[in-house]
T-cell receptor, first 113, second 112 residues
Framework: DQQVKQNSPSLSVQEGRISILNCDYTNSMFDYFLWYKKYPAEGPTFLISISSIKDKNEDGRFTVFLNKSAKHLSLHIVPSQPGDSAVYFCAASLNSGNTPLVFGKGTRLSVIA | DSGVTQTPKHLITATGQRVTLRCSPRSGDLSVYWYQQSLDQGLQFLIQYYNGEERAKGNILERFSAQQFPDLHSELNLSSLELGDSALYFC???????????FGNGTRLTVT
């Protein structure tokens, strides 16, 4: 049973436009959420996180939104750049990060110049 | 560079064999995690160690085992290998709870 779902396997966006990556979760006990980015032949790298006490967290071009009632989070990248082309993983944890992360299957983002 | 080192990068072996994957965490990180990524799957948590002690266990098969040594490096042992064990195995480390994980570049295991 997949507790963290990324229903879009891929997304294609024009350079300069907004990229929106979505993630749904089923376990209402998750209270810490992260996004990771992965390039080919490399390990995932941490991008941004959000605690369940917030509904938004921003870091430069990256913003994560959390909707607890819908059990949904999204990652917005504005403006999108070709270097953002990668696989993005959503991850969740219980107890504010005290338990191992549960990952989604990832969304492959392609930013077209 | 995440600071997490995994060796080897690639491993090709036959069914029934045993292999050992090695991970050196970032300097100062006490927690080591092992994840498996099979084709078209997300990262599946296998096991976590904290300062030499097993901390949490996920979907790890009985044929698999791991340990963390006093110098904090970790090894994942996979035995009686099957074709379905072919995957990317990632190691990650963190200084402790509530800290993001830092991943190595993985070991790609191919079982033929």
């Amino acid at each position: 049973d997949q507790q963290v779902k990324q229903n879009s396997p891929s997304l294609s966006v024009q350079e300069g436009r907004i990229s929106i990556l979505n993630c749904d979760y089923t376990n209402s006990m998750f209270d810490y959420f992260l996004w990771y980015k992965k390039y080919p032949a490399e390990g995932p790298t941490f991008l941004i996180s959000i605690s369940s006490i917030k509904d938004k967290n921003e870091d430069g071009r990256f913003t994560v939104f959390l909707n607890k009632s819908a059990k949904h989070l999204s990652l917005h990248i504005v403006p999108s750049q070709p270097g953002d082309s990668a696989v993005y993983f959503c991850a969740a944890s219980l107890n504010s990060g005290n338990t191992p992360l549960v990952f989604g299957k990832g969304t492959r983002l392609s930013v077209i110049a | 560079d995440s600071g997490v080192t995994q060796t080897p990068k690639h491993l090709i072996t036959a069914t029934g064999q045993r292999v050992t994957l090695r991970c050196s965490p970032r300097s100062g990180d006490l927690s080591v995690y092992w994840y498996q990524q099979s084709l078209d799957q997300g990262l599946q948590f296998l096991i976590q160690y904290y300062n030499g002690e097993e901390r949490a266990k996920g979907n790890i098969l009985e044929r698999f085992s791991a340990q963390q040594f006093p110098d904090l490096h970790s090894e994942l042992n996979l035995s009686s290998l099957e074709l379905g064990d072919s995957a990317l195995y990632f190691c990650a480390s963190s200084p402790g709870d509530r800290a993001p994980l830092h991943f190595g570049n993985g070991t790609r295991l191919t079982v033929t």
